[in-house]
């Protein structure tokens, strides 16, 4: 069996792939493949709506917020968000712990007025990295939303807390969404790029508050990143991505099955740990973020001896173990661990962190 640890797309949930496998071909005995078949057909229409009920079952998603299944990455709602929000010389407030923060900080910044608050802290010797405490941030007064990255999974670094904002509170929830328990209502719009713990590429869920709306201007937008629309037409203005968000349903259905979020959640903890506490035992392994701000999703580390990474990624390769690069931003390795790594990969991982040591240390 080989365990994937790739950062995303993910590794998705076995069962999951098995029944895609077994009802490709024939989908609810129609004799051809969800893939070939209208999404204006009913059949499709109820499988959307099981796995928007499912969704909000997860998540405890009430009639308040909206649910849209859209095209595209997480990226795309890095321009969407500020086209939509920044009209008329308002300002908002960007977040940032890390590289895709600074992303969606980058983005922003092309549409309109926006307050920086640099969350992230590097240690210029050791270069550990610690998120500020809250209180020494430089606020925005009154921003129309503020915006930040509950996880960061190329560092691997989290907020343990949410920011408190006096304007809508956004998040960038692509790669820690499911995986741990939320109040949505704290929040006035999540989205979520699938390919991490929802489904496959090409589709991103946005959690949108209605109320929201109001405050958005959509005259100049493309009819397509009118959340508005969106909502009224059932992320159906055009042919949806009708694989993935079946394919998103049938996780939902597992992860029901397997408990739901507090569940995921748990698991979560426990398989982070396991690989923290093989990398703090001594300095062989090291890991650059402050503990109190460690990811439960993306556990990145690198080796005391960076000369030896190649030959860690090619012998965890032989022992079926892949997806083990870091970001090729930072380099380094980095052990994904989603909703579908099964403790044991991470046990797996961690006996062969463990032998890679005794061979090399
Ligand atoms: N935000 C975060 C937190 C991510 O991890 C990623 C993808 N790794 C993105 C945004 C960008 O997602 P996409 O490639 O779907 O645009």
């Given at each position: 069996?080989?365990?994937?640890?790739?950062?995303?797309?993910?590794?998705?949930?076995?069962?999951?792939?098995?029944?895609?496998?077994a009802?490709?071909?024939?989908?609810?005995?129609?004799?051809?493949?969800?893939?070939?078949?209208?999404?204006?057909?009913?059949?499709?229409?109820?499988?959307?709506?099981?796995?928007?009920?499912?969704?909000?079952?997860?998540?405890?998603?009430?009639?308040?917020?909206?649910?849209l299944?859209?095209?595209?990455?997480?990226?795309?709602?890095?321009?969407?968000?500020?086209?939509?929000?920044?009209?008329?010389?308002?300002?908002?407030?960007?977040?940032?712990?890390?590289i895709?923060?600074?992303m969606?900080?980058?983005?922003?910044?092309?549409?309109?007025?926006?307050?920086?608050?640099?969350a992230?802290?590097?240690?210029d010797?050791?270069?550990?990295?610690?998120?500020?405490?809250?209180?020494?941030?430089?606020?925005?007064?009154?921003?129309?939303?503020?915006?930040?990255?509950?996880?960061?999974?190329?560092?691997?670094i989290?907020?343990?807390?949410?920011?408190?904002?006096?304007?809508?509170?956004?998040?960038?929830?692509?790669?820690?969404?499911?995986?741990?328990?939320?109040?949505?209502?704290?929040?006035?719009?999540?989205?979520?790029?699938?390919?991490?713990?929802?489904?496959?590429?090409?589709?991103?869920?946005?959690?949108?508050k209605?109320?929201?709306?109001?405050?958005?201007?959509?005259?100049?937008?493309?009819?397509?990143f009118?959340?508005?629309?969106?909502?009224?037409?059932?992320?159906?203005?055009?042919?949806?991505?009708?694989?993935?968000?079946?394919?998103?349903?049938?996780?939902?259905?597992?992860l029901?099955?397997e408990?739901?979020v507090a569940?995921?959640?748990?698991?979560?903890?426990?398989?982070?740990?396991?690989?923290?506490?093989?990398?703090?035992?001594?300095?062989?392994?090291v890991?650059?973020?402050n503990?109190?701000?460690?990811?439960?999703?993306?556990?990145?580390?690198?080796?005391?001896d960076?000369?030896?990474?190649n030959?860690?990624?090619?012998?965890?390769?032989?022992?079926?173990?892949?997806?083990?690069?870091?970001?090729?931003s930072?380099?380094?390795?980095?052990?994904?661990?989603?909703?579908?790594?099964?403790?044991?990969?991470?046990?797996?991982?961690?006996?062969?962190?463990?032998?890679?040591?005794?061979?090399?240390?």
């Open positions: 069996m080989t365990y994937n640890f790739c950062a995303g797309p993910a590794a998705l949930p076995q069962k999951v792939m098995q029944r895609a496998q009802e490709l071909l024939d989908w609810n005995g129609t004799g051809i493949s969800v893939m070939e078949i209208s999404h204006r057909t009913q059949m499709y229409q109820d499988c959307t709506d099981r796995a928007e009920r499912n969704l909000r079952k997860l998540l405890n998603i009430g009639e308040s917020h909206a649910v299944f859209l095209h595209g990455g997480a990226s795309h709602q890095f321009s969407n968000i500020p086209m939509s929000l920044l009209s008329s010389g308002a300002q908002a407030e960007y977040i940032t712990n890390g895709w923060s600074d969606a900080y980058n983005e922003a910044v092309r549409f309109g007025n926006i307050h920086h608050v640099k992230l802290q590097i240690n010797v050791s270069g550990l990295r610690t998120l500020k405490e809250p209180e020494t941030w430089d606020r925005c007064e009154k921003p129309v939303y503020t915006h930040y990255t509950p996880n960061e999974t190329i560092e691997g989290k907020f343990n807390h949410m920011p408190q904002t006096n304007g809508a509170l956004i998040a960038d929830m692509s790669s820690c969404i499911l995986a741990e328990s939320i109040n949505v209502n704290d929040f006035d719009m999540i989205y979520a790029g699938a390919q991490k713990n929802i489904g496959p590429a090409g589709m991103t869920i946005v959690i949108i209605r109320e929201l709306y109001e405050r958005m201007n959509f005259d100049t937008l493309p009819k397509l009118n959340y508005e629309q969106q909502d009224k037409k059932g992320s159906m203005i055009n042919t949806p991505p009708t694989f993935a968000w079946y394919l998103a349903g049938l996780v939902f259905e597992w029901l099955e408990g739901g569940k995921m959640e748990a698991l979560s903890i426990q398989k982070s740990s396991l690989l923290y506490n093989c990398i703090d035992e001594d300095d062989f392994y890991n650059l973020i503990p109190k701000d460690r990811s439960l999703m993306n556990v990145s580390f690198r080796l005391k960076d000369n030896l990474n030959t860690f990624l090619s012998e965890a390769k032989e022992a079926k173990l892949v997806g083990l690069e870091g970001h090729r930072i380099g380094g390795m980095r052990a994904s661990i989603y909703n579908s790594m099964p403790v044991e990969g991470v046990q797996q991982l961690e006996a062969f962190m463990r032998k890679f040591k005794s061979k090399y240390g």
